[in-house]
Structures are given as C-alpha cells and as structure tokens.
C-alpha cells in the first residue's frame, strides 16, 4: 500500500505544482496530464485500500461509493464530474474543452488532497 500511497502523493504535489504556475498552453496540457495522471493513482490507490479491507471495487465511481462508506471521502458531486472530466481529456481534445476542464482543476486538487490525508491517516 506504501508504494502507492507514495506515488500518489507524488503525483499530486506535482499536479499542485503546475497548477501555482502562470497559465499558458503549455502550463494548461501540463496541467491537464497531471491531473488525468493524479486521478488515475487515486481511483487505483483507493481499490488497493479496499482491496486490503476486503472490498472489491472495478471502477473509480464503486471505488468512491465505498470510500464514502468508509468516510474517506465527502458525498460531493466533484467527485464524479472530476472522473467524467478525466475521460473527457483522455479520450477526446479540444481546446474548448480542455479550457473549461482546466478552469475546475483547482477545486479537484482539494478533493484529492483531502483524499490522500485521510489515506495516509489509516
């Protein structure tokens, strides 16, 4: 569990990082990979978590329904935007998109935050 934790909150302190910068194209799909790298560690250190808790979950949306049950996350509607946003610059780009994406990358950062606190407090 150790070794994902640690990437995971590596990863966030690096999508922390990018996000202080001064926006530019370059700064914004940086942001953006960091971010879709940051949600992907969370959704797969969570499933560890429960894994180790007897808990089997196949998606980030079971994944975050159980960790509610466990109080490690808030019932907050970002959670699941912030998935959807991830599938959407995975899968398809646009700047369009991308921009508004980019816009709610900050109020994502403090679920994440908030996520890897309480993974680290068990």
Not at 59 to 82: A, N, Q, T
Request: glycine share 0%; with cysteine; net charge negative.
């Amino acid at each position: 569990m150790n070794d994902i934790l640690n990437s995971y909150s590596k990863s966030l302190r690096r999508f922390e990082e990018i996000l202080k910068k001064e926006k530019s194209i370059e700064t914004s799909d940086s942001a953006i990979k960091r971010f879709e790298f940051t949600v992907e560690l969370a959704w797969k250190t969570a499933q560890k978590f429960l894994r180790e808790q007897d808990i089997v979950c196949r998606s980030p949306r079971e994944c975050i329904k159980e960790l509610f049950k466990f109080g490690l996350v808030d019932d907050d509607p970002r959670w699941l935007k912030m998935f959807d946003d991830r599938n959407l610059t995975v899968h398809t780009y646009d700047e369009k998109t991308a921009e508004e994406v980019y816009e709610r990358l900050p109020q994502y950062l403090e679920i994440l935050q908030s996520l890897e606190q309480k993974l680290c407090e068990h």
